[in-house]
């Protein structure tokens, strides 16, 4: 693979092309190489031959000294509030691997996730993990800004999310009114 010309920074990507937020559309199948960071220059995503980046670091996992574990008695308390889909991915050249993830607010206060994680099935009803994403990281990825609230009846999606098929990604989060609660889904 040729190495890129120049570098530019994106805003928006479409199904044929990208745009700059210098102004200038660039068709998608001209794009080589691409690196996706959160605002504190953390590297999540990657694709083509990159050179070493300056400022960036790689994606952080928060290891947890012990695997922590979820029901599917909790999730489904969960799903009450916050419905987690998955669907096909809106990037279109991703691999079969990569799929869109959305929450719904379905409950009556606004909530936020305080962390997430791809979590594997220990036996049936049961799943864990040993790491750990931020509600930082969390925000980046579902493009929120700095906002934290998820207000009743909005929706949240990260259109390309990756993992293995039959993976739950599970959701730590927290109403307004202080209710911890677990929801998720298991990826196709």
């Known amino acids: 693979m040729a190495k890129p010309a120049r570098w530019s920074e994106v805003y928006r990507v479409d199904a044929d092309e990208v745009s700059t937020i210098s102004g200038e559309q660039c068709p998608l ?41 979820v029901t599917e008695a909790e999730l489904r308390k969960g799903r009450s509030l916050v419905l987690v889909t998955h669907g096909p991915c809106a990037l279109p050249w991703r691999d079969a691997r990569h799929f869109s993830t959305q929450l719904l607010n379905v409950g009556q206060e606004a909530f936020t996730v305080t962390s997430f994680s791809a979590y594997a099935r220990q036996r049936p009803g049961i799943y864990w993990t040993t790491m750990r994403f931020s509600a930082t990281q969390f925000r980046a990825w579902y493009d929120l800004g700095i906002e934290e609230w998820i207000a009743p009846g909005a929706r949240v999606w990260d259109p390309a999310n990756y993992s293995d098929r039959a993976t739950l990604w599970a959701y730590r989060c927290e109403t307004r009114g202080g209710l911890n609660f677990v929801t998720g889904e298991v990826s196709a």
């Open 29 to 69: 199948h001209e794009v080589r190489a691409w690196f996706s960071a959160t605002p504190d220059n953390e590297l999540f995503e990657i694709e083509g031959d990159l050179p070493l980046l300056p400022g960036i670091h790689g994606l952080v996992r928060h290891q947890l000294p012990e695997p922590e574990r």
